[in-house]
């Protein structure tokens, strides 16, 4: 009898896991499909009509719409500007990142909440920003005038606009990626008689290597698709401040539907080469 009671005990250890196994099969795959279902709707589908709306009309309607030269000049700017601001953003988020890692300064957490800042305002809220400083009846508007500087409506508002929403993210991706890394590696170095450039160089920046292109990737994307901030500053001038997403909505709202899909169906390529680089990072940093 007493031999028993540990099968018994056993035994009813072993329905109980298979139960809890049982229950949390049942519940990945329920979450899985949900996931699955919600992908598909909110993103699959939308984007497989932009590209059916792009090619509706054949193939000649969608090369004329993207070779279009006011399309080339919005192409040319997106890139343009992705040029410019991902590596000024680069530079600026490793060295917010190293300031707040590896020093301690008074108004640490008030850095840390400005470089948030472009995550909680409306990005029309930036731009409008520079339409109030740089603009014509803007704090320095009467003064750049003067001297036939143009921000507003301009190159450099454009620049400026994204470089105030894309400054985050490489700084976000390596802040707490160094914090956690710690200082010891540098000490070492230093204490072996490094300096700064060389610790930096061998030591602090092959650590961070794949936290610093995941940032830059998605600085980039976003450079490349921000609307709402250089709508405001840009002046919407055709073929001259208008980027890609820009044109989109000036086709669109001329009932240029064919078009306005196809050059949306430009940035949607521009995306898919980001996510595949995003993805082949991931993959790399995992192995």
């Not at 009309?57 to 890139?79: C, N």
């Not at 300031?99 to 731009?127: E, M, Y």
């Not at 292109?213 to 073929?239: D, K, P, Q, T, W």
Request: glycine share 6%.
């Amino acid at each position: 009898m007493a031999g028993t009671v540990p099968a018994v005990q056993a035994k009813a250890r072993q329905v109980s896991r298979n139960q809890a196994l049982s229950e949390s099969t049942w519940v990945k795959w329920t979450l899985i499909t949900l996931a699955g279902l919600v992908m598909l709707w909110l993103v699959v589908l939308p984007l497989l009509v932009v590209i059916a709306e792009a090619f509706k009309k054949g193939w000649e309607v969608y090369a004329a719409s993207i070779t279009d030269p006011d399309a080339l000049s919005a192409l040319r700017l997106t890139l343009l500007v992705a040029f410019i601001t991902v590596p000024l953003n680069t530079l600026f988020g490793i060295a917010a990142a190293w300031a707040i890692t590896k020093f301690r300064f008074r108004g640490k957490q008030l850095l840390v909440t400005l470089i948030d800042l472009p995550f909680s305002v409306s990005p029309v809220i930036g731009g409008l920003m520079y339409v109030l400083v740089y603009g014509k009846r803007g704090w320095f508007g009467t003064w750049l005038d003067d001297h036939n500087i143009q921000i507003v409506f301009a190159l450099p508002g454009i620049i400026l606009a994204t470089l105030f929403i894309t400054f985050p993210f490489v700084a976000r991706e390596l802040i707490p990626l160094m914090e956690d890394q710690g200082q010891q590696e540098e000490e070492a170095a230093v204490t072996l008689g490094a300096k700064g450039w060389k610790v930096f160089w061998h030591i602090t920046l092959p650590n961070i290597k794949w936290g610093l292109l995941y940032g830059i990737i998605l600085c980039n994307a976003r450079a490349m698709g921000e609307f709402g901030a250089v709508s405001v500053v840009s002046g919407h001038i055709r073929g001259e401040t208008n980027t890609l997403p820009l044109h989109v909505e000036i086709l669109y709202n001329e009932y240029q539907f064919s078009a306005s899909f196809a050059v949306a169906s430009l940035l949607l390529l521009l995306a898919l080469v980001t996510l595949v680089l995003k993805a082949w990072f991931t993959r790399k940093h995992a192995h």
